[in-house]
């Protein structure tokens, strides 16, 4: 069997054709991160897996959760995945479309997780730096990470900066064991 990310491809690029015509990629983003909250409840995932619903029922019920927020192309688009058993891949689905929204608008997303809150004139010269870094603009979720006793983790893409107290002691210990 295929990848999930092998099957949502297809669909996350022709979204995004879709919606980059139209001018609606925000729009999508909203719409398939909904979608995608939805999609992942377990009672959805039980009633998809459900072979006694039909696909049009399925859809039904999706459209039905997110009445007024969904417009007629990403019912349509809803219904396509049901009807193809793919509403289990909406969770890919979105990241690929948020990838190719990231490439169009010469951005990047990163995961900060620092030890402590950071203010805000912390963060925004973290988040200089890392556009420095990667030469694009970069929208930052941030969290907080006791375990890493200090410093801050950032990941991009597939990129990890570990700039954290957890991983420099981690590092001498390797060193001092050597």
């Known amino acids: 069997m295929a990848e999930p990310s092998t099957i949502a491809r297809p669909y996350a690029e022709a979204v995004f054709k879709l919606a980059d015509g139209a001018g609606k990629l925000a729009e ?3 719409a398939l991160a909904n979608l995608s909250a939805v999609a992942a409840d377990a009672r959805v995932r039980a009633a998809v897996g459900d072979p006694n619903l039909s696909a049009a ?3 039904g019920l999706i459209v039905s959760i997110l009445a007024g927020k969904l417009s007629g192309d990403v019912e ?3 219904r396509v995945l049901a009807d193809n058993g793919r ?3 909406v969770a890919e689905i979105r990241t690929h479309f948020e990838a ?4 169009r608008e010469g951005t990047v997303d990163a995961e900060i997780h620092t030890a402590f809150e950071m203010d805000q004139g912390q963060l925004a010269d973290l988040v200089s730096r890392l556009e420095k870094k990667t030469g694009r603009k970069v929208k930052v979720r941030v969290s907080v990470d006791k375990s890493l006793i200090g410093g801050v983790k950032v990941l991009i893409g597939d990129k990890v900066i570990d700039g954290s107290a957890r991983a420099q002691l981690g590092a001498l210990e390797n060193a001092l064991k050597a």
Do not use: P, Q, T
């Open 87 to 89: 509403l289990g891949v």
């Open 100 to 103: 190719l929204k990231n490439e």
């Open 28 to 30: 999508w983003s909203v």
């Open 76 to 78: 349509n688009f809803v």
């Open 57 to 59: 029922r399925i859809a």
